[in-house]
């Protein structure tokens, strides 16, 4: 069965230091995501991509938060630099299309963040 | 106040007991309304999917909605230990953007 890939499953890393987390989403998804999931709460949309294309960024702290999906596959999600308070599971999922209805959406086991 | 309002509340019920969840909500305009699972260090996943107010049914588990009171529940019969999870609910107004209450965790003891 086709899944959601991400890495690193776990990252620590310092305040003020960058970090990287890469997904690979399901062959053939064109709409791409990335949620941050803080302990105890719900995840929350940072970036949606349709194939290379950001179509919603709109809750992305863009002083310090990056993503892209260069090629329309896989997509890296940035922090630079990192704070306290980014400490949390960082999920991407993906869906066959985002236009004209909603899709099942398809979820990674997210990379768990830890700012020291 | 949050699109979706989930009391977080862990929920601990005994083996073969049902397990009533519920959300509510603020924005008339959400038409997709879905419940996911999530084990522990595991991402979401899918559980119901309902588009209109009403029942749907699939196996012990029954996901309710009422858009006049902006309300939706998740019910489980039956529950069995491996049902031991993190209950989301979510919703949508079709354009996939997804907006999920804080979730229930819910443990089912044998």
């Known amino acids: 069965e086709a899944e959601v890939a991400q890495s690193p499953r776990y990252k620590i890393t310092e305040k003020s230091q960058a970090v990287a987390f890469w997904c690979d989403p399901i062959?053939?998804?064109?709409?791409l995501y990335w949620y941050r999931q803080i302990l105890g709460q719900g995840p929350e949309l940072l970036v949606q991509?349709?194939?290379?294309?950001?179509?919603?960024d709109s809750q992305l702290p863009k002083d310090r938060f990056s993503a892209e999906r260069l090629k329309g596959v896989d997509s890296t999600l940035k922090i630079q630099p990192a704070e306290l308070g980014d400490s949390a599971m960082y999920l991407c999922?993906?869906?066959?299309?985002?236009?004209?209805?909603?899709?099942?959406?398809?979820f990674g086991p997210g990379t768990r963040l830890t700012v020291t | 106040q949050k699109e979706v309002e989930q009391d977080p509340g862990p929920l601990s019920v005994p083996e073969g007991a049902i397990v009533s969840l519920n959300c509510t909500y603020s924005?008339?305009?959400?038409?997709?309304f879905m419940w996911y699972r999530q084990y522990s260090r595991k991402g979401p996943e899918l559980l119901m999917y309902?588009?209109?107010?009403g029942n749907k049914e699939d196996g012990r588990f029954t996901a309710q909605v009422d858009k006049s009171s902006k309300y939706i529940s998740l019910f489980i019969r039956d529950s069995q230990p491996s049902d031991s999870a993190t209950y989301l609910c979510?919703?949508?107004?079709?354009?996939?953007?997804?907006?999920f209450g804080k979730g229930n965790q819910v443990v089912v003891i044998p």
């Open positions: 309902t588009y209109s107010s």
């Open positions: 062959s053939g998804h064109a709409t």
């Open positions: 924005n008339s305009a959400f038409q997709y």
């Open positions: 999922a993906s869906s066959p299309v985002a236009s004209g209805g909603t899709y099942e959406q398809y």
């Open positions: 991509f349709q194939d290379e294309s950001v179509v919603d």
């Open positions: 979510a919703m949508n107004w079709g354009n996939n953007r997804l907006a």
